[in-house]
């Protein structure tokens, strides 16, 4: 599976950071995902983490973000941090879902159409109920009466 360069650089971002955490933090974090991170990251991207400034003046890559939101997440947060992302994130989630069965709820997609089909539908109902007047005609007439006086008898 290759990897694109702009996975790699954001895997080069995370590592850099993730080596500035303290001792305690930084063992908090399994070892196989370090190394899965710094084996597959680009090696000639130079990110340098500057602790000086504050984290929001850092220039992280949004995959980078993402990578360090799930770590945090994951392995650094408290219990009550957990259960406020997970919330949070079930709430995005929940919005997105409802936008996307608002978009293509089947039921909205065509409306126009059924409004021209039932329209159609109902002029060829109204067409077809129409009273037509029955006439009896003549040899009809006479059979029947023929009949009539068979069934006299």
Known sequence: MSINIETKKAYTEVVNILNSLSDKDYRKIPEELIL?????????????????RPLADW???VKAQTILAIIFRDY???????EKILNFEQTKLNEIEEAKREKYNPD????????EENKQEQVQTQENLALVEYKENIFK?????????????
């Open 59 to 61: 220039k992280i890559s």
């Open 76 to 82: 650094l947060a408290t219990q009550k941090q957990k």
């Open 141 to 153: 007439k006479i059979f029947n009466k023929i009949l009539s006086i068979f069934k006299n008898k």
């Open 108 to 115: 909205n997609l065509f409306p126009k159409m059924e409004n």
């Open 36 to 52: 899965t991170l710094e084996k597959n990251m680009d090696t000639e991207y130079m990110y340098n983490v500057d602790l000086s």
